[in-house]
């Protein structure tokens, strides 16, 4: 396979998990047989899952700003 068409199909199977999974799955369904076809598509949703997921990620590891008063000693107001 070249890499144009690879990138190509890449690229929309990212666009497509982001935007619509529905279509994709579709896609995915209807071309298992073809793998030049399949595959790239499969790489580009698990590419979009693995950078949502990542990104998640850091929203959760940020504390809030109720852990930092805590952290630095300033007792809230009563």
Known sequence: MDTARYTKLFN?????????PKVLNT???AAKDVDWISEPLKAGEAQY???RFKS???GI???SGMEKGKD???????
């Open 56 to 58: 998640r990620l850091k």
């Open 61 to 63: 590891s940020k504390p």
């Open 12 to 20: 929309f199977g990212y666009f497509l998990s982001k935007n619509a």
């Open 49 to 51: 899952k693995r950078e």
């Open 72 to 78: 630095k000693g300033i007792e809230p107001e009563m």
């Open 27 to 29: 896609f995915v369904k």
